[in-house]
């Protein structure tokens, strides 16, 4: 099942931001052949991007002439995927890529800041009461077991009965855990940490509309700015 990390920052300017300036700031980067923006406008309010970044690398392949291994240089892309809808920036990949692209974007669109929104997994506990979920694995850090005994241990609560209880009893001793959300005919599995990292088992590219609605109701809703 594929999987990405999902990060989402909101974007603060002293002037109403706008999307389709966003984009044309964007499509006049100084591109060449190392770096630059792949851009669609979806709507007057929504942008979907690739920030490319191609580097040289060593890799090793065998010669079965020589009957031995040898070495080329060739070119490989980092392609960081991104979007831009309402004053949010959501980027899927992992936390590298995530703060390379946040770099550039701070210098391309000065004076507009970006701001890391946390999804912290008190609020956004608050925030699924009124969903329909199965809670799956719960890893849980300094668990006191008896007055003199504490460790760390991970549970599978899927066919508990009332397993959101136990998160909510708990939440201060959550280190991760794993939800799986319902959205109409299909679902959402999700695996926060307590230091605000969430994992969507689930590529971008595959959802639809509706399923990137309901995952921006529940992480922006369930974040902190």
């Known amino acids: 099942m594929a999987s990405s990390s999902i990060f989402i920052y909101e974007l603060r300017s002293p002037a109403e931001i706008n999307v389709e300036s966003i984009y044309s700031r964007l499509k006049g980067y100084p591109e060449d052949e190392n770096t630059y ?32 291994f040898e070495y080329r240089i060739v070119p490989k892309a980092n392609v960081i995927s991104f979007s831009i809808t309402d004053g949010f920036l ?12 946040v770099f550039e974007l701070s210098n391309l669109l000065a004076p507009i800041s970006i701001n890391s929104i946390e999804v912290t997994i008190d609020t956004l506990l608050e925030k699924l009461k009124g969903y329909k979920l199965k809670v799956s694995k ?11 005994i504490v460790g760390n241990f991970t549970v599978d609560l899927s066919s508990y009965g009332d397993a959101f209880s136990i998160l909510q009893k708990y939440n201060d001793k959550i280190s991760s ?3 799986i ?42 974040g902190e700015h």
């Open 177 to 179: 855990m794993t939800i």
């Open 37 to 68: 923006f792949n851009l669609e406008m979806i709507s007057a309010n929504e942008l979907l991007g690739e920030y490319v970044i191609v580097q040289n690398a060593q890799e090793s392949y065998y010669n079965p002439e020589q009957r031995v």
């Open 90 to 101: 959501e980027i899927w990949g992992n936390k590298t890529s995530a703060n390379k692209l």
């Open 181 to 222: 959300l319902y959205c109409d005919n299909s679902s959402i599995k999700l695996r926060i940490t307590a230091k605000g990292r969430v994992t969507v088992y689930k590529s971008r590219s595959s959802m639809d509309d509706e399923e990137i609605l309901f995952l921006h109701q529940i992480l922006l809703n369930g």
């Open 138 to 148: 719960v890893c849980f850090q300094d668990f006191l077991f008896t007055e003199d």
